[in-house]
């Protein structure tokens, strides 16, 4: 074993948060950890896997739940694809493992919504196999002490650093090795400023001078677009009209109001026609940003005075509480509370 698995491993044994999935083999509650936690913080992501783990003890629970009860509990976590695609894989361990998971990497990932990383996650958290996860944390503390400047989002380097972490894991302890690894990222190698001043491996890492700033190294940059969306708060006789996102995009299979899209920023009369609308019916209420990963949306609400009911025919009705048991996206949520609704 290197000097820097030892060192490492130590240091989490005496500092690693007490987090309830490190507490547990159960593979399912591995998995929901892991998928609940990928671009969400700890303590944002705790309260989900409690309410997941609870509202769904076993993946034989969340298989037999509906998609709309799955997305609801995942309302505000964001990147719904990850809700959508935990819902089908449980269904796969269903139907192909009889609810139980596999006990091997490979089987692992033959699951359709299971890649390398939670393969390997799940491989050594709930089987003790050897495989090493490669996620962002382990990536910025590899690269820093082995002084690696191979951009991560390449082939090449995404093949390298998987190599080095395969070639660091100790067999007798890969879950201890990678939890370590994960957890120095997280706690102290830190994105920005990381505490190289008392750092455990100082001695022994090349980027302690100020050189952490450039790693890891990223290639291409991703291209945020720009989107205008324009919703339309619509109330009649205690009803409101909403929609399901049951086509190709960005929150798939959640609910919202009546919306346009646009170009941008301005709404145009002709755009407002098809809704037989006019600009002196809207009140603006709310005009909010949501970023994702490659879109910025640049949303208005507007609630409508008067409008003509028969252009909203494909509409669906729900009073107030039928509103809140439907899944939601952000920027609706946003509203709905601003708004008292
Ligand atoms: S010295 Fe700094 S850059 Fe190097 S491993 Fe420690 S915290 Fe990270």
């Not at 957890?183 to 001043?197: K, R, S």
């Amino acid at each position: 074993m290197t000097d820097f698995v030892l060192q490492i491993t130590d240091w989490y044994r005496q500092n690693a948060r007490d987090l309830p999935w490190r507490r547990t083999k159960n593979a399912y509650f591995i998995w929901l950890s892991e998928v609940i936690l990928q671009q969400t913080r700890v303590d944002q992501g705790m309260n989900y896997y409690l309410r997941f783990v609870d509202e769904f003890p076993t993946v034989t629970h969340l298989a037999n739940a509906d998609e709309e009860q799955v997305l609801k509990l995942w309302q505000g976590l964001g990147y719904y694809s990850r809700a959508r695609n935990l819902h089908k894989t449980a269904k796969e361990v269903v139907e192909r493992f009889n609810g139980e998971f596999p006990a091997s990497h490979a089987e692992l990932l033959s699951l359709k919504g299971i890649g390398p990383y939670t393969a390997a996650a799940i491989a050594s958290f709930a089987f003790d196999l050897p495989h090493a996860v490669v996620d962002g944390n382990v990536y910025r503390v590899l690269s820093r002490y082995f002084g690696i400047d191979t951009p991560i989002d390449s082939t090449g380097g995404k093949k390298e650093f998987q190599l080095l972490a395969d070639s660091l894991i100790p067999a007798a302890m890969p879950a201890l090795f990678n939890q370590s690894v994960m957890e120095f990222g997280a706690l102290y190698c830190t994105p920005a400023n990381p505490n190289c001043e008392s750092c455990i491996v100082r001695s022994s890492c090349p980027s302690g001078n100020g050189l952490y700033r450039s790693r890891p190294v990223k290639g291409k940059k991703t291209a945020v677009r720009d989107r205008y969306f324009h919703y339309f708060h619509i109330e009649e006789n205690g009803t409101l009209l909403v929609r399901k996102r049951d086509f190709k995009d960005v929150w798939h299979n959640l609910y919202e109001f009546p919306m346009i899209e646009t170009e941008g920023p301005e709404l145009t009369e002709e755009q407002l026609a098809v809704f037989g609308l006019k600009t002196e019916q809207l009140i603006e209420q709310l005009s909010a940003k949501h970023v994702l990963s490659h879109q910025r949306i640049h949303a208005a609400f507007y609630r409508v005075s008067k409008p003509k009911m028969d252009a909203f025919e494909q509409f669906i009705k729900v009073d107030n509480e039928g509103l809140h048991k439907l899944p939601v996206h952000r920027l609706m949520s946003r509203y709905m509370e601003i708004s008292g609704l």
